[in-house]
């Protein structure tokens, strides 16, 4: 019974909501990767190596067999190191864009936090608590001058 009221307090509490919605935009995100990187970066790229297609790219280890049929016998061996490379390159954009969202949310956050900032609302614990050294300045002053 405590196993089913933890897991009911963790559903309740929107930890697995957010968990969910995370790993549908991550999913999302992914695709629109993948699309940059091969319809968008990799074309250019190939045609700067007179029209290179990295994917094709592979180290064969031995060759498939082929029967008079046209049928093949034994599958071809190879190391494809193409596919490697546009995987590392869907990984450094995936991490220089995370990179750059990360870099603005913590800019705007941080403009959130300070007080004096005018421009964006400043959530009420941060307010209170800017007042509250205020206060305490104002305080410790009046009490220096007695």
């Given at each position: 019974m405590k196993f089913l009221k933890e897991f009911k307090e963790f559903a309740v509490k929107g930890n697995m909501m957010?968990?969910?919605i995370g790993i549908i935009?991550?999913?999302?995100f992914n695709k629109v990767i993948d699309v940059l990187v091969k319809k968008v970066f990799m074309p250019p790229l190939s045609l700067m190596t007179n029209g290179l297609n990295f994917?094709?790219?592979k180290y064969v280890l031995r060759d498939a067999v082929i029967?008079?049929?046209g049928?093949?016998?034994i599958q071809e061996v190879a190391i494809e190191y193409g596919v490697l490379f546009e995987t590392f390159l869907d990984f450094l954009i995936v991490g220089l864009t995370i990179f750059i969202v990360v870099k603005a949310m913590n800019r705007l956050k941080s403009k959130a936090q300070d007080p004096?900032?005018?421009v964006v609302a400043t959530p009420k614990d941060i307010e209170l608590l800017s007042?509250?050294?205020d206060l305490m300045e104002e305080q410790n002053m009046l009490l220096k001058n007695k």
């Open positions: 957010d968990m969910a935009i991550g999913a999302s994917q094709d790219k029967d008079a049929k049928g093949v016998t004096k900032n005018e007042k509250l050294a």
